[in-house]
């Protein structure tokens, strides 16, 4: 099964996307399962992994509601407010729902570099593992120490880095991020997604502008934890469907079959325990 582990979908009617405003022309009109499907017809995508997009338990429950309808959502990763002195049974009424595989809290918004590491989350991170849900971390470069350190804290806890943590292709630089990834690529319970890359590396971007970061994630990750996504309609900043699509194939060229794979659909399948 190929599949694309990170893609949203949102409603502007249901007003708790904060972050996407009209300034954000190409994305602020709605978003849904209809718009998605003639690409994942086209390359051959057999099921999606639906991630949050507004820090609320009720766009959890639309994404929710649009995998009961949509065969091709395979699952959901929501959102709880880890701050929430019940957060823990918040999670355990979303996780009655088997569309659920994974919780995001929006780390990149949080101004606070060390968040993840509060004592008051352990409950949360616990729960997560009782539910077998995967721990979705939307960082920055400038949170994976703190990652590295929650990630050994709870060395049972399934955790995937969304867009590589977002290195700073645009720059050119490699130096502290590609350490600090290195150095959580040696930890078993630590997967990182290929995707959004290319909404960090400009809009006149090529793909010779992400190869050192690519060929990073896959020396460090092995094609055993690196995980394929579009981060569609995000992308469309940067990239159409087609174009990130054809750009990942050629990324991952050097590849063999098996491997490839894996990239595309077995290691997200097997992480967030897809089973159709």
């Known amino acids: 099964m190929r599949l694309d582990a990170h893609q949203h979908f949102w ?20 978003f849904l399962p209809d718009d998605l499907s003639p690409s994942l017809k086209k390359w051959g995508i057999d099921g999606t992994i639906l991630v949050q997009a507004a820090p609320t338990t009720a766009e959890t429950k639309f994404m929710l509601s649009l995998a009961a309808e949509t065969p091709f959502i395979k699952g959901v990763v929501g959102w709880v407010d880890f701050d929430a002195i019940d957060a823990p049974a918040q999670l355990d009424q ?14 990149q918004d949080i101004a606070d570099t060390n968040w993840m590491l509060n004592d008051q989350f352990s409950p949360v991170f616990e729960a997560l593992q009782h539910h077998d849900l995967v721990f979705d971390a939307l960082t920055l470069p400038r949170h994976l120490k703190a990652l590295h350190s929650l990630a050994k804290r709870h060395p049972d806890l399934r955790i995937v880095i969304d867009h590589g943590s977002k290195p ?16 959580l690529a040696q930890l078993e319970n630590v997967h990182c997604k290929l995707s959004g890359l290319v909404t960090e590396a400009g809009a006149d971007w090529s793909i010779e502008d992400l190869e050192p970061y690519v060929t990073h994630l896959l020396h460090s990750f092995g094609p055993a934890r690196l995980i394929w996504g579009s981060d569609w309609p995000v992308c469309t900043l940067a990239a159409t469907y087609d174009t990130w699509m054809q750009s990942s194939e050629r990324l991952l060229s050097g590849l063999s079959q098996g491997d490839r794979d894996a990239v595309f659909g077995a290691n997200a399948m097997r992480l967030y325990n897809i089973r159709t």
């Open 168 to 183: 700073p292709i645009s720059e050119g630089v490699l130096s502290d991020w590609a350490e600090d990834m290195a150095a």
């Open 11 to 30: 409603s502007l009617a249901r007003g708790d996307y904060g972050w996407l405003t009209p300034e954000l022309t190409a994305l602020y009109h709605d």
């Open 94 to 107: 979303l996780a009655q729902n088997p569309h659920l595989v994974g919780i995001r809290p929006m780390i």
